[in-house]
């Protein structure tokens, strides 16, 4: 299942097809995130979802 993600380096909206979840703990709470990596340029690729 491929998810879309906005790469800050490249500039545009990628595919990614393997990707992970993660929590991520803040002081007011917890935030879940996918976490991947961007077809075109290498770079790390995230977005917060719900939890």
């Known amino acids: 299942m491929a998810e879309?993600?906005?790469?800050m380096k490249c500039r545009k909206k990628?595919?990614?097809?393997n990707f992970e979840k993660k929590?991520?703990?803040t002081k007011t709470?917890?935030?879940a995130q996918?976490?991947?990596i961007c077809?075109?340029?290498g770079g790390?690729?995230?977005k917060f979802?719900?939890?």
């Open 29 to 31: 709470g917890e935030r």
């Open 4 to 7: 879309e993600f906005y790469c």
């Open 14 to 17: 990628v595919n990614v097809e």
């Open 39 to 41: 077809p075109v340029c």
């Open 44 to 46: 790390k690729v995230f």
């Open 34 to 36: 996918l976490v991947g």
């Open 49 to 51: 979802t719900k939890a």
């Open 23 to 25: 929590i991520l703990k």
